[in-house]
Each structure stands twice: as structure tokens, then as C-alpha cells.
């Protein structure tokens, strides 16, 4: 299996415009979580599904910040309209149910 | 809200030899999961060992070892014979059983040759 894929690696945006990052669990994994990583903050849970169905989304910041889960095998978490207090590293993760999280590589996220 | 503190921001540690890092948590639930995650300069996050609260026995995997005091609610990491690739960014993380992911500020260790 290829892991957690994320897309992009890398995103350098301006302020204001949408910003939609990706995610492809590990196939069979039935949770998926999103996290941001700032130095500030540290590692942020900010939301999570579980068999597709978001079950808390406490950890999102803002309205300006959503997630879904169309199917088991994709994600998207979306940032409309992106600040730069929004850069951060966001990481996606899966899981068998409360089995270990395996995370993927991040997206690095630049909001000038 | 359940909540995890690692009060040691950095460390360091004499290659080949053994350093402990902390970690204490704070929760109501008797079921639940804790774990260290390692994040390299990479920073991908690897996780590195893991215990369920309701074993007694600590986790060991190779090097790694914990220290669980569920009493206590403390968590620590032992890495024996360190190695310099070893050093990262370590994470105690506590994982409630609705799933619920929480992680400590983070301690940066540092292996000296």
C-alpha cells in the first residue's frame, strides 16, 4: 500500500482565494482525521470521520474552514476565503477504527 | 476535554546511551489509547509505540520502552542505546474510544555522537 497520499505537497496562495487540499486514506481504513500543525499551536486535531460521517468537528476554527468525505477512499478539507493566520503544515490521517494512525506527508500551506 | 502535557521541550542525549521523556495526561475515561509519535526534519509522523489502557504491561518495541502509571496517568518514553537517527521531534498522544486525538506540545530530542 502507498500510505496516506496528500496533495498538494506544497501550496502557496494569496489571501482570499480558496484553498482545497486533498486526501487518499490507506484503502480498508475506515477513520480519517485532519490536523494543523503550527509552531505555535502545535498538532491540531481539527476534524474527523469516521466510516465517511464526520463525528466532531469542534477542532475546525472557522466557518471558513470545511471537510467531506464523498467516499471511503477520498477527502478534501477546504479554506474559503484563506487568511495568512491559515498557514500551517495540515496533515491527514487513517486508521482501522482506534487502531495506530498512519499519517501522510502534509501539505504546506502559504497564505501570503 | 482530555488533555496531554509533555513538559520537557527539549532534551539530549550521549549517543548509545538512555534518556527518558515525559509525558502526563488528564482525562475521566477508563478506555483509551496513548501513543509516541517521532516527526523527523521530514516531518513525517511515525508512529513509534503504543498502549492500551487497559493492559497492564508496558509496550515495548526494540529500543523503545514506556513506563505506564495509569494511576498516575503518566506515560514516559525510553529510548535505549540511542542513535543519532534517533533524533526528532517526539509526540505523546492520548486517543479516546470515540476516536477523539489529542497530542502534547512536543519534545525535541538530540543525540549527540
Known amino acids: 500500500d502507498a500510505g496516506v497520499i496528500q496533495s498538494p505537497r506544497h501550496e502557496v496562495t494569496e489571501m482570499g482565494q480558496e484553498v482545497t487540499l486533498r486526501c487518499k486514506p490507506i484503502?480498508?481504513?475506515?477513520?480519517l482525521f485532519w490536523y494543523r500543525q503550527t509552531m505555535m499551536r502545535g498538532l491540531e486535531l481539527l476534524i474527523y470521520f469516521n466510516n465517511n460521517v464526520p463525528i466532531d468537528d469542534s477542532g475546525m476554527p472557522e466557518d471558513r474552514f470545511s471537510a467531506k468525505m464523498p467516499n471511503a477512499s477520498f477527502s478534501t478539507l477546504k479554506i474559503q476565503p484563506s487568511e495568512p493566520r491559515d498557514s500551517a503544515v495540515y496533515f491527514c490521517?487513517?486508521?482501522?477504527?482506534?487502531?495506530?494512525?498512519?499519517f501522510g506527508p502534509g501539505t504546506r500551506l502559504t497564505v501570503l | 476535554a482530555q488533555t496531554v502535557t509533555q513538559s520537557q521541550p527539549e532534551m539530549s542525549v550521549q549517543e548509545a546511551e538512555t534518556v527518558t521523556l515525559s509525558c502526563t495526561y488528564d482525562?475521566?475515561?477508563?478506555?483509551?489509547?496513548l501513543f509516541w509519535y517521532k516527526q523527523p526534519p521530514s516531518r513525517q509522523m511515525i508512529l513509534v509505540i503504543r498502549q492500551e489502557a487497559y493492559k497492564q504491561q508496558n509496550a515495548t518495541e526494540n529500543r523503545f520502552s514506556v513506563n505506564f502509571q495509569k494511576a498516575a496517568k503518566s506515560f514516559s518514553l525510553k529510548i535505549s542505546d540511542s542513535q543519532l537517527g534517533d533524533a526528532a521531534m517526539y509526540f505523546c498522544a492520548y486517543r479516546s474510544a470515540d476516536n477523539d486525538m489529542r497530542f502534547g506540545a512536543g519534545t525535541r530530542l538530540t543525540v549527540k555522537p
Open positions: 482525562t475521566s475515561e477508563s478506555d483509551y489509547y
Open positions: 490521517a487513517s486508521s482501522f477504527w482506534e487502531n495506530e494512525q498512519f
Open positions: 484503502s480498508g481504513h475506515n477513520s
